[in-house]
């Protein structure tokens, strides 16, 4: 595919290739590849998914951050993890975490359900360096989400 690049393309494509594996993917050819030839936001994906990814690995500042809403979080915490250890608490909550996050990436993607009701909705949009808008929409999160884990170092 790359070989019937124009010479702007092949820069694109691999300027995307360099950033993309910086940002730590795995075979950033693929992405880069669909975001030249499809003209998907591709690495603007790849960085919101792994974002989101990082979070739902970081239960030591999730713990921190649901602190914030419960006083007794960190007691709570401890005595779950006295009764069923803390690499199987740790196990549980980054499952736990993933599945919230996948419900958020729902929202971000399906918007308002009640838009119809509401007479409103939004939109996750790709940005330049200045938070300019591009207008190019970033979609479909929830197809890369549950096998992200694979596409990252």
Do not use: C
């Amino acid at each position: 595919m790359k070989s019937t690049f124009t010479d702007l393309q092949k820069e694109e494509y691999e300027s995307l290739v360099m950033r993309l594996r910086n940002a730590g993917a795995k075979n950033p050819s693929s992405w880069a590849s669909s975001e030249v030839t499809e003209g998907i936001p591709q690495f603007a994906r790849f960085l919101i998914l792994k974002s989101l990814f990082d979070i739902a690995k970081s239960t030591d500042d999730n713990i921190a951050m649901a602190s914030d809403f419960d006083d007794e979080v960190e007691e709570k915490y401890n005595v779950i993890k006295d009764i069923v250890g803390e690499e199987k608490l740790l196990s549980f909550l980054t499952s736990y975490s993933k599945g919230i996050i996948y419900n958020v990436i729902g929202l971000l993607d399906e918007g308002n359900q009640e838009a119809d009701r509401d007479k409103i909705s939004w939109t996750l949009m790709k940005t330049d360096e200045n938070f300019e808008s591009t207008g190019q929409m970033i979609q479909g999160l929830h197809e890369d989400f549950l096998e992200f884990e694979d596409e990252v170092k």
